[in-house]
């Protein structure tokens, strides 16, 4: 089965940016779809970004298109959330996800979770 680790959460100042990475360990197959999730303290869980593994098709949220990029590097099975002009709002727990079908913007569709990494926006 796919592990998933994400790294590269932290603090940073709004205007800021930052970039969080999710390892996979295991066998990524074609067909599959990488996304990120976010909660904040006292809200849900919410759909950020994801890309399809083969062709790289991204979408996004509509609060932060245009500020964040979500890519991926196959031979690594590495997926990246690259966030700029952070603002506080930004401020969650930042969640990879893997799905094998389904609605991608919907989190019980994905099989797969991360222990998730910190992401701190002050303002």
């Known amino acids: 089965q796919v592990q998933l680790v994400e790294s590269g959460g932290g603090l940073v100042q709004a205007g800021g940016s930052l970039r969080v990475s999710c390892a996979a360990s295991?066998?990524?197959?074609?067909?599959?779809?990488m996304g990120w999730f976010r909660q904040a303290p006292g809200k849900e869980r919410e759909f950020v970004a994801a890309?399809?593994?083969?062709?790289?098709?991204?979408y996004y949220a509509d609060s932060v298109k245009g500020r964040f990029t979500i890519s991926r590097e196959n031979a690594k099975n590495t997926v990246y959330l690259q966030m700029n002009s952070l603002k506080p709002e930004d401020t969650a727990v930042y969640y990879c996800?893997?799905?094998?079908?389904?609605?991608?913007?919907?989190?019980?569709?994905?099989?797969?979770w991360g222990q998730g990494t910190q992401v701190t926006v002050s303002s």
């Open positions: 890309i399809t593994w083969i062709g790289g098709s991204t």
């Open positions: 996800a893997v799905a094998s079908g389904g609605d991608y913007r919907r989190g019980r569709d994905y099989d797969r």
């Open positions: 295991g066998r990524i197959f074609g067909n599959y779809i």
